[in-house]
């Protein structure tokens, strides 16, 4: 097997070099393929500094999709993976990578994730969805055949949010079985600082819209399971109306923000569909343009 291991990232410098020292003793033959885009904390010359880095592209836009298709474009093994920015690997990963990709396409596993109330650990997800078993896995850990990712066309570079999910359908699309390996594990390099993020409601629900609608068409049982998932937040935000942890405008204002998301993915998903009616189902993949990289520097 030669592995790549593409890993995208944006303004983490320090985070990323932890990642990339757990990269060096555990996977010391990997290619290493760094996707920077754009970072203003110093990322360039740190990992232009690092000998254990092969390639580093820089790339203008702060889409993960994009950083992942620019990765494949500049990975040369026959297996790739990507890994999170702020994850490090254990030292059974690239030995469950090599047994994975044998077994199967696709092949992922468990992120341990050091939270202030203790560690979470993310468990294999399968879901039937018009016939298909989808199998999910987490774009942060994952390693692919690179034949499949030719096949996929990479990664939809439309949704801003959800790629891997969307990959996921796809694969079952191709029949392609996606391999969970326990000892395919990678974890948090320190303690998270517990903050609060503001989720974007508009781009969840637009990128669960386009992909079903994109992967699917139109079927009622799409329409169902996106209102399903918008029903289940409506009701967790007005608990927190009631709870005081938010006003009634504010609930207004996300409830807008759904129904827009779902009304233009679902428009440009079905618009998706129709533009490539191929078995990949990604009009935005990889093929698609050649000028994501703003600069390459490459050791190999």
């Not at 992942?68 to 500049?74: I, L």
């Not at 079903?212 to 139109?218: D, E």
């Not at 998932?229 to 709870?243: C, E, I, M, N, Q």
Request: charged share 25%; with cysteine.
């Amino acid at each position: 097997m030669q592995l790549s291991v593409v890993v995208p990232t944006l303004n983490a410098r320090d985070r990323l070099a932890a990642t990339l020292d757990d990269l060096a003793s555990h996977a010391p033959d990997a290619e290493v393929v760094v996707v920077n885009g754009p970072s203003a904390d110093g990322t360039t010359g740190m990992v232009r500094n690092r000998e254990d880095v092969d390639v580093l592209v820089e790339v203008s836009d702060r889409t993960l999709n994009i950083s992942r298709n620019a990765g494949v474009r500049a990975a040369s093994g026959d297996t790739v993976a990507f890994l999170r920015q702020d994850l490090g690997v254990e030292k059974s990963w690239v030995s469950a990578v090599e047994s994975g990709v044998e077994r199967a396409p696709v092949v992922t596993g468990p992120v341990h994730e050091t939270l202030p109330a203790g560690m979470t650990t993310t468990a294999p997800e399968r879901r039937e969805i018009h016939g298909r078993e989808v199998a999910y896995f987490n774009g942060g850990n994952v390693a692919f055949r690179a034949a499949t990712l030719d096949e996929l066309d990479g990664f939809d570079e439309y949704l801003q949010t959800g790629g891997a999910r969307d990959a996921a359908h796809r694969l079952a699309g191709l029949d392609c079985d996606v391999e969970w390996r326990s000892d395919m594990c990678v974890r948090t390099e320190y303690e998270a600082d517990g903050g609060v993020t503001d989720r974007d409601y508009g781009w969840k629900y637009r990128a669960l819209a386009y992909r079903l609608a994109k992967n699917y068409g139109i079927r009622p049982t799409v329409l169902r399971r996106v209102v399903s998932h918008a029903g289940a937040d409506a009701l967790s935000a007005a608990r927190d109306v009631v709870a005081g942890g938010t006003t009634p405008t504010n609930w207004f204002g996300t409830g807008r923000d759904v129904v827009t998301g779902m009304a233009t993915g679902y428009s440009d998903g079905l618009v998706a569909r129709a533009r490539d009616r191929s078995p990949a189902r990604n009009p935005h993949g990889c093929s698609k343009r050649a000028d994501r990289a703003v600069a390459t520097y490459d050791r190999r």
